[in-house]
């Protein structure tokens, strides 16, 4: 009976539903967090009668058709890009966007990651570095006798030193803009790479380009609403149940009767 095979794909499909929202719930404290929604699509149906095709009567057709559906599979899990919050952190070298774009962050491996989080600091050297130890890109360099530092709306990383009068200009925070920013791969760490899906990255001062303007002293929150979360979660959970019982109903259709 397809019955149970349709049932058991919509049960499939509420499980990993419920799994993309355990996952958002688990980072809502996540800083540069993007919630996660699944999308399904229905699977391929078998055609009794195609529409308007001849019915079993001669001279009759069939406008409707006769269809029977095959349940349901997973389509996309997708990112939802919109801004979260900002947190004031008062910290000099904590960053957030307001708007488009994205930090570009120097790998390990080579590789250049993308990034909505923002909690920088300087290494010993003086360059602007993430918590783990990662350039950020391109590079800037604080002099270690700095006095005052601010990085500005656009971008420009000014500091004084002892005895300045007017700050000097050592460098900018450049953020990255993307065709498809829907398309970057997550690779944990809150850090994402490009992909032929999400095109080739543009480099644009903030402000420009269609990118957003940089924040000093502020932290981009997830933007993970726990109260849709839940209620999504229980949409999940009773869709679950739903077919949960059309297996139960067909198995006891297929059971030799007693009688």
Do not use: C, W
């Not at 799994?19 to 699944?38: F, I, K």
């Not at 006798?145 to 000097?168: C, F, H, M, R």
């Amino acid at each position: 009976m397809d019955a149970l095979r349709i049932g058991a794909s919509g049960m499939m499909a509420q499980q990993r539903n419920v799994e993309v929202v355990a996952n958002n719930l688990a980072n809502m404290n996540t800083t540069g967090y993007q919630r996660r929604r699944t999308e399904f699509h229905d699977l391929i149906y078998k055609n009794s009668e195609r529409p308007d095709g001849a019915g079993s009567r001669a001279g009759e057709q069939v406008l409707g058709g006769v269809q029977s559906g095959h349940g349901v599979d997973l389509m996309s899990v997708y990112r939802v890009t919109e801004q979260g919050s900002l947190r004031a952190t008062n910290s000099s070298f904590d960053l957030a966007i307001q708007g488009k774009g994205y930090f570009q962050i120097q790998l390990p491996d080579g590789d250049v990651g993308y990034t909505r989080d923002g909690t920088f600091q300087l290494d010993s050297s003086g360059a602007l570095v993430t918590h783990d130890g990662y350039p950020v890109l391109p590079g800037v360099q604080v002099p270690p006798d700095s006095v005052d530092i601010s990085i500005n709306a656009t971008g420009e990383v000014l500091v004084k030193q002892d005895g300045d009068a007017t700050p000097t200009n050592v460098g900018v925070v450049q953020l990255a803009m993307f065709p498809n920013e829907g398309g970057l791969n997550a690779e944990g760490n809150n850090f994402y790479t490009a992909t032929a899906a999400s095109g080739a990255a543009s480099l644009v001062n903030p402000g420009e380009g269609g990118a957003g303007s940089v924040l000093q002293g502020f932290i981009e929150a997830s933007n993970v609403n726990a109260v849709e979360e839940i209620a999504e979660m229980i949409r999940a959970q009773r869709a679950y149940d739903m077919n949960s019982k059309v297996i139960q109903t067909a198995d006891q259709m297929m059971a030799p009767s007693n009688k």
